[in-house]
């Protein structure tokens, strides 16, 4: 019996779509069945960031109606084969599907797969509720400013009143030199004010930029992103994995001739 | 009132029901009247015709098919023998036939369709602008984008295996011609030139090649 697990935000542009690719993909790797459900209908992504948009021939919204069956519309991935994307639709809206059929699908899903992921869409809105509808636990992405922290108490209050099992924290786009000189909230600000568990602290990457616009998760590659996208996947699956160093490396050059 | 002869509608065409008892030619006059009486009534719209209630000759089913579209405007596309799945047989004869046509006719449309946005025409049709990725354009017949083709383009919707999608930049995420679907490449190579392209159905595969002089001997609208 698999878990479905919602990864959402409230604000927008913290990086859901981001955490959803990586997380799965890396999921996948560890050797589980995984499937990656776009919820956010009429703004669809998750599939190019995934390099998968060119496979699209039916899509959730077809699903939910019945104008197709589930395998149909479920897109392998190009590098992991027990890896599956259920696009969004792109012409329709959020009121083309309610939160019992998400529920629905989920548990269909549930017998097949390890993990079903719902990259649920910004806002709290009747997409938000399809997301989190079906699903057992939660990720809440947040950023360390203080819009995406309000934002991400406010996801943390509907969660708890939707009665979600477990919801967890992951830190996202964190810049270490700026925590250092103080002019950035430390993950464990941010834990402190939303007093929920961290599983994760990703740091502010610019190769994300380059793999979201590939196509190509980086999850598992030797990029720190990469690293600690891979160990909240770890995480997920019940490991004990240390914290990295987020640190930034210079390299040698910057290191004689750089600023301290 | 003569009930010699009836009209009889249906979706697709009408069927004319003919009196068994009747002299054929006393039989032919009744049809011709009519015809004539309803010919404003029936209009010109383009329609399957059947016979039904009387055996007929084929001499006498040309020879009453004359009388019919000489005495009113009705555009009689085809005939069709009766038989008992006679309705279905309408549907398929003019939807066939409107796809002939839908190929050969077009509209135009001017803008570019963002993501998100979708469009369907029942003819061929030419877009002044570009397609984006996300957006899709549908037609039962050709599609020309005089712009860039990004998003999705799926021409001969319906059936029509003759359709192609026509674009001066051709990147498409997905084409569809017919029932066939290809995608794009997922590396796409970056020596690509920027020129016309055009994309149809051969042997089950969907091919793209350069506008020349043997592809436009290829095309059949």
């Known amino acids: ?260 | 009132m003569d009930n010699s002869v009836i009209i009889k509608g249906n979706n697709h065409g009408i069927t004319v029901v003919l009196d068994a008892a009747l002299e054929y030619d006393k039989l032919k006059t009744a049809v011709e009247e009519k015809f004539k009486d309803s010919s404003k009534f029936l209009g010109s719209a383009p329609v399957v015709l059947g016979f039904e209630g009387r055996a007929l000759l084929p001499q006498q089913e040309k020879e009453l098919l004359d009388i019919i579209t000489e005495s009113c405007e009705l555009n009689v596309v085809c005939l069709v023998d009766t038989n008992e799945e006679r309705e279905k047989m309408y549907e398929k004869t003019l939807s066939e036939r409107l796809m002939d046509i839908s190929a050969a006719s077009g509209m135009f449309y001017k803008g570019n369709l963002r993501s998100g946005q979708a469009l369907t025409f029942e003819s061929s049709v030419i877009i002044l602008g570009d397609v984006n990725p996300g957006a899709s354009v549908t037609s039962k017949g050709n599609i020309i984008v005089l712009g860039a083709l990004k998003g999705q383009a799926f021409a001969g919707f319906g059936g029509n295996t003759n359709a192609f999608v026509l674009a001066f930049d051709m990147a498409p995420t997905q084409i569809r011609i017919s029932d066939t679907i290809a995608r794009s490449p997922d590396e796409p190579s970056k020596d690509e030139v920027k020129e016309a392209k055009i994309a149809f159905l051969e042997d089950g595969n969907i091919y793209m090649e350069p506008l020349n002089k043997k592809v436009w001997n290829d095309i059949r609208l």
Request: aromatic letters at 4%; proline letters at 3%; one cysteine or more.
């Open chain 1, 1 to 260: 019996m698999g878990e479905v697990i919602v990864i959402t935000s409230g604000k927008g542009g913290v990086g859901k779509t981001t955490t959803t690719a990586n997380v799965g993909t890396g999921l996948a790797k560890l050797d589980k069945k995984v499937v990656l459900i776009d919820t956010d209908i009429g703004l669809r992504n998750l599939d190019v960031v995934m390099g998968l948009e060119n496979r699209i021939v039916y899509n959730l919204v077809d699903v939910i109606e019945g104008s197709c069956r589930i395998k149909q519309a479920l897109i392998k991935d190009k590098r992991y084969p027990n890896l599956y994307l259920l696009p969004s639709a792109q012409t329709k809206d959020k009121t083309s599907v309610n939160p019992e059929q998400m529920k629905k699908l989920c548990e269909e899903l549930k017998e097949e797969f390890d993990y079903i992921l719902m990259d649920c869409p910004a806002g709290i809105e009747q997409g938000f509720h399809n997301a989190i509808a079906g699903a057992d636990r939660a990720l809440v992405v947040t950023t360390p400013e203080v819009s995406a922290v309000r934002d991400a108490d406010r996801i943390i209050g509907l969660l708890e009143a939707n009665e979600m099992k477990q919801t967890h924290l992951i830190v996202n786009r964190l810049r270490m030199d700026m925590v250092k000189r103080g002019d950035m909230m430390s993950s464990e600000d941010v834990v402190e004010i939303l007093a929920i568990d961290l599983i994760g602290v990703v740091p502010d990457d610019e190769n994300i930029v380059v793999s979201t616009n590939q196509g190509e998760p980086l999850v598992g590659s030797d990029t720190l992103a990469g690293k600690a996208y891979m160990n909240i996947c770890h995480r997920i699956i019940g490991e004990e994995v240390p914290y990295l160093d987020l640190t930034e490396k210079k390299g040698l050059f910057s290191r004689l001739f750089g600023k301290k």
